[in-house]
Nanobody, 113 residues
């Protein structure tokens, strides 16, 4: 089994930056990809960015050029969020794609105008 521990998030003004972290533990050899998703109030959960075990990266069009996903050797995935907009306000969830989908507990990002 894989466990995910998220950190980061909080309140920031529009134009500001935040960094989210997600540390994976457990059966990390089974992880095929990791990523970040978000869910705004009243909306469905949507993909933000993913990074595969081989390093392939994918971004949602809405965050391209503003967000950067990265991964270090300790199985931690980061989401650097710059030029934040009020519409980025959401609960952000870390995801690990294994035989089953594993989700973090979520961290709230609030961007004030």
């Amino acid at each position: 089994q894989v466990q995910l521990a998220e950190s980061g998030g909080g309140l920031v003004q529009a134009g500001g930056s935040l960094r989210l972290s997600c540390a994976a533990s457990g059966s990390i050899f089974s992880i095929r990809a990791m990523g970040w998703y978000r869910q705004a109030p009243g909306k469905q959960r949507e993909l933000v960015a993913t990074i595969s075990a081989g390093g392939r990266i994918n971004y949602a069009d809405s965050v391209k050029g503003r967000f950067t996903i990265s991964r270090d050797n300790s199985n931690t995935v980061y989401l650097q969020m710059n030029s934040l907009k009020p519409e980025d306000t959401a609960v952000y969830y870390c995801n690990a794609n294994t035989v089953v989908e594993v989700w973090g507990q979520g961290t709230l990002v609030t961007v004030s105008s």
